[in-house]
């Protein structure tokens, strides 16, 4: 069974850190491209982050421009894991953050995780 769980989310003031988590199962990471996305009430789910494979132990990364410099995402293949390493978080990083794994017309999607970043 497909799964990814995300993790790590929680209640933070505005310029802390958090870590964000993506563990999944029942497939490896190998070649998806694995990404971030956050959607708060009312908007669109945004793209954050994503981390595709471009050639044997190269990787290749882009993030959205608002959080450029704040947050970096990795992924540990060995754990099968993927992270999102969060930054100088401001008020408006508060969202469900959600892990998404794609491949060909393949994708899965986390249930998420809530950030909160308030005082």
């Known amino acids: 069974q497909v799964q990814l769980v995300e993790s790590g989310g929680g209640l933070v003031q505005p310029g802390g850190s958090l870590k964000l988590s993506c563990a999944a199962s029942?497939?490896?990471?190998?070649?998806?491209?694995m990404s971030w996305y956050r959607q708060t009430p009312g908007k669109e789910r945004e793209l954050v982050a994503s981390i595709r494979r471009i050639r044997d132990f190269t990787y290749f990364a882009n993030y959205a421009d608002s959080v450029k410099g704040r947050f970096t995402i990795s992924r540990d293949n060995a754990k099968n894991t993927v992270y999102l390493q969060m930054n100088s978080l401001k008020s408006d990083d508060t969202a469900v953050y959600h892990c998404?794994?794609?491949?060909?017309?393949?994708?899965?999607w986390g249930q998420g995780t809530q950030v909160t970043v308030s005082s």
């Open positions: 029942g497939f490896t990471l190998g070649t998806y491209v």
């Open positions: 998404n794994a794609a491949r060909d017309s393949l994708s899965f």
